[in-house]
């Protein structure tokens, strides 16, 4: 009888932010794939769990599909595990995903910590959307492209770096945005935890001063000038009118058009205020 692929979340630093059901399922199973085996062990002897590890990473995912599913197949139970987080989040997993999901097996997601959410949320950047694009490519023309997409932002980007690339990035970004704001996260959750926030130049200076160590989330808010030439007044004024005509109140005709048409909730609101209350 065919079994469940758990896509198990764990801590990204502090141990007592696993969840009680993540807890539950990896006793529970009969197979831990994880990212690195050294790592998910160390994890297992906190917990007191005993589990057979199999490795699962980018270079040997694809070869390890047919194992897995063979596995599920034969009623085994298995929990995929990243060495920290929500696994298949610019981290090994997704191609595993996608394969079983063809093939039609059980996959179940247990929630938990996941640094993007984390460092959001201590930000208050997150009113229009927002848009996580991982890792940069490390060159060529697809960073490039990255970059000038970055610099036409209307929603809040949020990107990963490692501490030995996070000088070159924070450089790029600021050639291609002209020195915008931004919020360097830090050891999310850990003991030496720290978000930064002040313009690239000042934050490149700080590291170059004091080497980045440490896992980075990088988060940079919607460009409020371009924010202004990408919509015009008359293009949201019209916006909320349909929605007021639609019955829909002023928050959340506020909230549809930051999300519709990139820019922030404060600034349609604020519009809003003669659409509704004339």
């Known amino acids: 009888m065919a079994s469940t692929l758990y896509i198990v979340a764990t801590p990204i630093g502090n141990l007592e932010d696993i969840t009680y059901r993540a807890v539950r399922i990896l006793q529970q199973v009969d197979l831990i794939a994880a990212e690195d085996t050294r790592h998910t062990l160390q994890l297992l002897r906190a917990l007191d769990i005993q589990k057979p590890l199999l490795s699962l990473h980018e270079h040997n995912e694809q070869s390890r599909v047919e194992e897995i599913y063979r596995r599920l197949q034969e009623g085994q139970d298995i929990a995929l595990v990243s060495d920290a987080g929500t696994p298949c989040i610019s981290d090994p997993g997704a191609k595993l995903i996608q394969a079983l999901r063809e093939k039609k097996c059980t996959i179940t997601p247990i929630p938990g910590p996941s640094a993007v959410i984390t460092a959001l949320s201590a930000t208050g950047f997150t009113q229009g959307?927002?848009?996580?694009?991982?890792?940069?490519?490390?060159?060529?023309?697809?960073?490039?492209?990255?970059?000038?997409?970055?610099?036409?932002?209307?929603?809040?980007?949020?990107?990963?770096e490692s501490p030995h690339k996070l000088i070159k990035t924070l450089q790029d970004l600021c050639d291609a945005c002209q020195n915008p704001r931004i919020v360097v996260a830090r050891e999310l959750t850990k003991i030496y935890e720290e978000f930064l926030v002040d313009d690239i130049k000042n934050l490149i200076l700080h590291f170059e001063k004091i080497p980045p160590k440490g896992e980075f989330v990088l988060i940079m808010p919607p460009d409020e000038k371009k924010e202004e030439q990408v919509t015009s007044t008359q293009e949201i004024i019209a916006f909320l009118e349909s929605c007021k005509a639609q019955g829909i109140r002023h928050k959340q005709a506020a909230e549809q058009c930051a999300l519709q048409m990139g820019i922030s909730k404060k600034k349609a609101y604020e519009i809003g205020l003669d659409v509704f209350h004339r």
């Open 129 to 160: 959307g927002f848009s996580f694009l991982g890792f940069l490519p490390v060159k060529g023309k697809e960073r490039k492209q990255l970059l000038m997409n970055i610099a036409q932002r209307s929603q809040t980007i949020v990107l990963y």
